[in-house]
């Protein structure tokens, strides 16, 4: 018996299904702003590049402890938001003694998905350059496909200077992998992807580095592909010798699954945690 044809229009419209999604992203917003305010020490539109968008935020902690920098990439599509409204996911690692880097980058169509991977490895060699640190890197939707490709990065190809594991660990939420399947859909109104630009910004077709982990956090109440792609970003990537674990947090939407990382002791704060100390 065939195998149903999946709507790709409904299963990527993580706004539709969830209904109060307008309220959670206020309360980003809102929660980004009181702690920029109450944070111990925050560096605000730090330029990485030359572009307007091409700004960073350091959040560092009283107790700093030794260690890698987190950097938490935002998501949106790759067409929405900004560092502005992210800020807060600082605060579950800075109360565990972690220094995070929250950066904003350009947006489609102004720029193609490509563009926005490499503006993201320039943000990770400014700051290897500026704190000398290695990097951990965790992200949100869009920000989670931009964790991988920052963990499938050949850094000695990109800054001869840098280590070749710049990027130790990665922790990946609600990430997309392969983006073929948003081509016929209109979320591709603004990101213009061919079949073979999707392709070729998908990091499930990037070889990644052997003897790096990455976790794939997705939540149980997202859409069938969003758990798939989890689910198989973990199995091609555990095959060329990455250790990739998928995980699904019971319960949780594309928008919930993030608020937990906002908390000292939340579910992805001790995930991200683990990361960072065993990318020490």
């Known amino acids: 018996m065939q195998a149903p044809i999946k709507d790709y229009e409904a299963e990527y419209n993580n706004r539709a299904r969830v209904p109060n999604h307008a309220s959670v992203i206020a309360s980003w917003e809102e929660q980004s702003v009181q702690w920029r305010e109450n944070a111990y020490k925050a560096d ?76 993201m490895q320039a943000c990770c060699l400014w700051l290897w350059k500026t704190y000398r640190r290695r990097i951990v890197v965790c992200g949100h939707s869009a920000g989670g496909h931009l964790t991988a490709c920052m963990l499938a990065t050949d850094w000695n190809a990109h800054d001869g200077d840098a280590p070749p594991l710049l ?82 947090l019971p319960g949780e939407n594309h928008f919930s699954i993030v608020a937990s990382l906002a908390e000292k002791d939340g579910v992805l704060t001790k995930t991200l945690t683990g990361l960072v100390s065993g990318a020490t």
């Open 44 to 119: 605000l539109d730090l330029a990485y590049g030359a572009g307007t968008r091409h700004k960073v935020d350091v959040f560092s902690p009283e107790n700093e402890a030794a260690g890698p920098i987190v950097m938490f990439i935002h998501g949106g599509y790759w067409q929405a938001l900004g560092r502005e409204w992210f800020s807060h996911m600082a605060r579950g690692p800075n109360l565990n003694g972690i220094t995070v880097a929250v950066p904003s980058y350009d947006l489609c169509p102004n720029v193609s998905v490509s563009q926005i991977t490499e503006e």
């Open 167 to 248: 990027v130790g660990a990665g922790l990946s939420i609600s990430g997309l992998f392969d983006l073929e399947p948003l081509v016929p859909t209109t979320i591709n109104d603004n990101l213009q992807l061919t079949s073979e630009s999707a392709r070729k910004a998908s990091p499930i077709h990037w070889a990644p580095p052997s003897g790096l982990k990455m976790i794939a956090a997705v939540g149980g109440e997202e859409s069938s592909e969003y758990l798939r792609q989890s689910k198989d970003i973990a199995k091609a990537w555990h095959t060329q010798g990455m250790a990739v674990m998928a995980r699904v």
